[in-house]
């Protein structure tokens, strides 16, 4: 008994003599502990004999004290009062009248007297401050039940907090008597200590030297998504910090008192986690261990914060890029004179800025509703291995691309992970390192000339402003390939014909006699936004058939009649006419038009790489009744009398070009004017001044190519 601590006397008084088993949570709360170190202390007396134990059940085991041996005499020994007396807590003994029997030195502070003068007094003599408090109460109790119990409470006379155990018996009581003032101290700077931890947003978390949780705030808890901290208590860490803890920088092996970890994630009962933000320090525990205590911070909405961010400054500088690229593709493909050069530019400028990985253009096959490559950058046969569909009814047209061709909308992913849309090329697209794509129709005037697909390694790239921005390329490169598509047409003496033939031409507007005479359609100037100037001309039998003709169809602006020439010239602003715009914006021209006798002709010139089926869907689609009567390859006769016209109407923009031959066709040039420059601007729908801007930069660029050298370049402006 010598060598036992206060804490395990404290413990084995527990017991008595009664040799009645107790179990450890019964142990744990007579001394007010945690369940760990109750049976840490009932372990140790065991070691010592002291105490006999067994399990009982799955899970529990009780502790007894052995009877002790029996005595020659009923007094005891010298050596019991020794040992007794050696007891540094306090000890008395009284018996059923409440007269003292017994106490030790350790306890005469709580009585006034010495030994021979209080031994044989009654308890409520020798310490009347003992009247009317809890231990009055429990010493009571315990003789009334004859059930062993413990009280704590404040002793004012001593100044101190104190516990008693009461062990009764028929003879009396024993009491031990154990200062806790400090104890009590230390508890309350705990519970102080323990509501702020409990008040706090962050997690809290004690480890034992297993690395095992000890204890946990209820922070910690609803972070880790379980219900109840003793879910978690005896837990191994691991369970929410991965199989790879202590293997970051967690304070396990440093002597450093405090380490703030790196970033990681804490997993939650629920299979997700979150990220946290954790600081951890070393922690000396009772049992003498090394244990860990630390402290974690959600930062999800920080980490997310800061992705954000930093998604929105790749998007600015993306936005940026984006407009210095256009620019450039802009710049690049004025100068190209074919398709195939306007595609590649588009493509190479693309890949090379630093905001996107790849890029390419495809176009559709009429005959396998199929997509077919026709230019890429940053990427090496794309489609080789894929086969992307517009037919609605496969699963590969369910893709960007598909669906931009189908509906002419831009068509964007922006987390390809978990669109499931790209399912069908999943495996191939994988190696590529792309999380965001943008599919966007090439379209000029409403004619689709196939689709440009950009991709970058961001997610959500094409939100936004680079959304936005990224749409208008359709448009640009569209208009760069109709110029260019015009310019080869213009330019080139290799040409594709067409001529058509409509029988009851004027039928099909509901018109019910057919003119006797001819119309003919001279000179069609393209104005911008699907409008058109015809001029022509028509026998005075037909006149009013052109009348009737533009009052019968939809969407036609006007007429006018000059009737004082042989044949009768008319002026004919059509609005999106089917036929004219499919032609002007595939870079091809009507070459002539008529109706004889009610059936219209008509015979249209376009380039080589231009999609015959196209325009002749187109055409068929507007009127069923017509009649493809030829399609062939031509090449202009080296006696074409009009080289310098097609010249000159690839160096003039459209509208200068547009000006120009509406000024010459209507007469301005002549003398006297047929028609006044006021006039002229108000076909036009401009101003005045802005109709002569246009006409003199017309005429200047006309005349440096009559007076110029021939090496010498037009002047763009």
């Known amino acids: 008994m010598e060598s036992l601590t206060d804490a395990l006397r404290e413990t084995l008084a527990v017991f008595g003599d009664s040799g009645e088993p107790r179990t450890t949570p019964e142990v744990a709360e007579r001394l007010d502990l945690g369940r760990r170190s109750a049976y840490d202390r009932l372990e140790r007396l065991a070691e010592r004999d002291l105490l006999r134990t067994k399990k009982v059940g799955a899970n529990a085991r009780v502790w007894w004290r052995p009877e002790p041996r029996s005595k020659t005499a009923s007094e005891p020994g010298p050596e019991l009062e020794e040992a007794i007396a050696r007891i540094s807590d306090g000890f008395f003994a009284v018996d059923e009248e409440w007269r003292l029997t017994y106490f030790n030195d350790a306890h005469t502070s709580m009585f006034d007297g010495t030994r021979a003068e209080l031994l044989g007094e009654r308890l409520w003599d020798a310490a009347p401050e003992l009247v009317g408090t809890a231990f009055e109460t429990a010493y009571r109790e315990a003789m009334e039940t004859q059930e062993p119990t413990a009280v704590e409470e404040y002793y004012p006379p001593l100044e101190g907090w104190f516990r008693d155990i009461v062990h009764p018996s028929p003879s009396g009581l024993s009491v031990y008597f154990t200062d806790i003032t400090e104890r009590k101290v230390r508890e309350r700077t705990l519970m102080r200590y323990e509501r702020i931890i409990e008040t706090v947003d962050d997690g809290i978390y004690v480890l034992d030297g297993d690395g095992r949780f000890t204890f946990v705030n209820d922070t910690f808890v609803s972070m880790t998504g379980y219900d109840d901290d003793d879910e978690l208590l005896g837990a191994s860490a691991a369970v929410v910090f991965g199989a790879e803890f202590g293997e970051r920088g967690d304070g396990a092996e440093t002597e450093e008192p405090n380490v703030v970890a790196p970033e990681g994630r ?69 100068g190209q004179s074919t398709r195939e050069d306007v595609e590649t530019t588009v493509c190479e400028h693309l890949a090379d800025s630093e905001s996107y990985l790849f890029a390419w253009i495809g176009d ?143 039928e099909t507007f509901g018109l019910e006699a057919e003119p006797t005479g001819s119309i003919a359609f001279d000179h069609i100037v393209p104005l911008g936004d699907d409008e058109f100037l015809v001029y022509g001309t028509a026998e005075r039998d037909a006149v009013d058939a052109v009348r009737e003709l533009v009052d019968a169809r939809p969407g036609d602006g006007e007429v006018t009649v000059y009737p004082e020439a042989t044949p009768t010239g008319f002026v004919l602003r059509a609005i999106d006419p089917p036929v004219l715009s499919v032609v002007a914006s595939h870079g091809g021209y009507v070459d002539g038009a008529s109706i004889v006798d009610g059936e219209y002709r008509m015979t249209v010139h376009l380039a080589p790489s231009v999609d015959v089926h196209r325009i002749v869907d187109t055409i068929e689609g507007a009127y069923p009744e017509a009649e493809l009567r030829c399609h062939r390859r031509t090449t202009r006769s080296a006696s074409d009398p009009r080289p310098v016209q097609r010249r000159l109407a690839t160096d003039l923009t459209d509208r200068q070009h547009a000006v120009l031959s509406t000024a010459y066709y209507a007469g301005f040039f002549e003398w006297p004017r047929e028609t006044s420059g006021t006039e002229l601007a108000e076909s036009l729908d401009v101003a005045p001044s802005t109709l002569h801007q246009h006409l003199r930069t017309a005429e200047r660029k006309i005349l440096d190519s009559l007076f110029s050298s021939p090496d010498e370049p037009l002047d763009d402006t």
């Open 266 to 334: 804490l997993h939650g009962a629920d299979g997700e986690s979150i990220a946290v933000e954790s600081r951890v320090g070393r922690l000396e525990l009772e049992s003498g261990e090394t244990g860990r205590v630390g402290v974690v911070r959600d930062v999800t909405d920080r980490v997310e914060y800061e992705r954000e961010l930093e998604r929105q400054r790749e998007q600015l500088a993306a936005v940026t890029s984006l407009g210095e690229v256009a620019n450039e593709i802009t710049r690049a493909i004025i």
């Open 364 to 506: 559709v096959d009429a005959a396998t509703r199929t997509v077919t490559l026709r230019a890429e950058a940053g990427v090496e046969g794309y489609l080789d291995d894929i086969t992307i569909s517009i037919d609605p009814d496969d699963a590969r047209s369910r893709g960007p691309t598909g669906r931009a061709l189908r509906r002419g909308e831009v068509q964007t992913t922006q987390e390809l992970e978990t669109d499931s849309r790209y399912d069908p090329w999943r495996d191939h697209i994988e190696s590529y390192d792309f999380r965001s794509s943008a599919a966007i129709p090439i379209t000029h005037e409403g004619v689709l000339y196939g689709v440009l697909n950009v991709y970058a390694e961001r997610s959500r790239a094409f939100e936004g402003p680079e959304g936005k921005r990224i749409t208008q390329l359709g448009e640009i490169v569209g208009h760069a390939i109709a110029a260019a598509e015009r310019k080869r047409t213009l330019l080139s003496d290799d040409l594709v014909e067409l001529e058509f033939r409509i029988q009851g031409f004027l």
